[in-house]
């Protein structure tokens, strides 16, 4: 038996796939995450989340506003077109981090954008682990349709 993370990038056939939704933006900021704080930690110096108390607290409450009710809504307003392949190489590419070198972020903005995240990721990760939801999935509302009478 396989760890169930490693199920969700292996297919049907046995082959190698990439994870969609939930699970793969759960991906992104667990391996995201610490290398963004990283490098832009490198540049604005320490992050003291205790010296920007307010900063944290707006982004605990982003993070839960984006993943309990607006991630559809973004998710449906971004193109068809758009790969997530496109976006990764754009911001981890000469791109991405030449424009993290030119434009200097301010150590409450970097808090800001850790906080949401990390907050975010916390709320993936109970979800993972909780036996009321099903996975990564949110949890279902209202009550069950009755069965078809036969």
Known sequence: MS??????????????????????????????LPVFAWFVADDVGPLAPS???????????CGVYYAASVRPTVFELLPDGLSDMTVL????????????????????????????GVTILGIYVIRLVSPLHDGLQPSRRGAEPPPAIE
């Open 89 to 116: 190489s754009l911001l981890s590419g000469g791109a991405g981090l030449s424009l993290l070198e030119i434009v200097h972020l301010a150590t409450p903005t970097v808090v800001f954008l850790v906080t949401a």
């Open 51 to 61: 010296q920007h108390w307010p900063v944290v607290v707006l982004g605990v409450c």
């Open 3 to 32: 760890l169930p993370i490693v199920s969700w990038v292996r297919d049907a056939d046995g082959g190698w796939t990439l994870p969609d939704g939930r699970r793969r933006e759960f991906i992104g900021l667990a391996l995201g």
